[in-house]
């Protein structure tokens, strides 16, 4: 099993930032990929950003330059960096890791985190 935590949300006036970070423990491998997904009520949950251990990443469209993902593969550490936070993007953040390749089979596994809220308002 793997455990995530999620900290750094919270409240931020429209343009401003906040950095999150998760930190995997248990039967965690830094070959996972790990990633940002966010929902709101009634919408489904989209992803955010991703990293993989070699530092490539993909970002969700609406990000457009203004999230920065990354990762320390020594402390199992995956942070997301949000500047110029708008209102649309409030939302619970949660934290993932995709641990279904390279690993001992029994630990093959998608895990989430328990979800931390963002929301931006003036």
């Known amino acids: 099993q793997v455990r995530l935590v999620e900290s750094g949300g919270g409240l931020v006036q429209p343009g401003g930032s906040l950095r999150l970070s998760c930190a995997a423990s248990?039967?965690?491998?830094?070959?996972?990929?790990m990633a940002w997904y966010r929902q709101v009520p009634g919408k489904s949950r989209e992803l955010v950003a991703v990293?993989?251990?070699?530092?490539?990443?993909r970002y969700g469209d609406f990000v457009e330059g203004r999230f920065t993902i990354s990762r320390d593969n020594d402390k199992n550490i995956c942070d997301l960096q949000m500047d110029n936070l708008k209102p649309e993007d409030t939302a619970v953040y949660y934290c993932?890791?995709?641990?279904?390749?390279?690993?001992?089979?029994?630990?093959?596994?998608?895990?989430w985190g328990q979800g931390i809220q963002v929301t931006v308002s003036s």
């Open positions: 993932n890791v995709d641990q279904r390749v390279g690993v001992p089979r029994e630990f093959e596994n998608i895990y």
């Open positions: 248990g039967n965690f491998f830094s070959v996972a990929a």
């Open positions: 990293i993989v251990k070699d530092g490539r990443t």
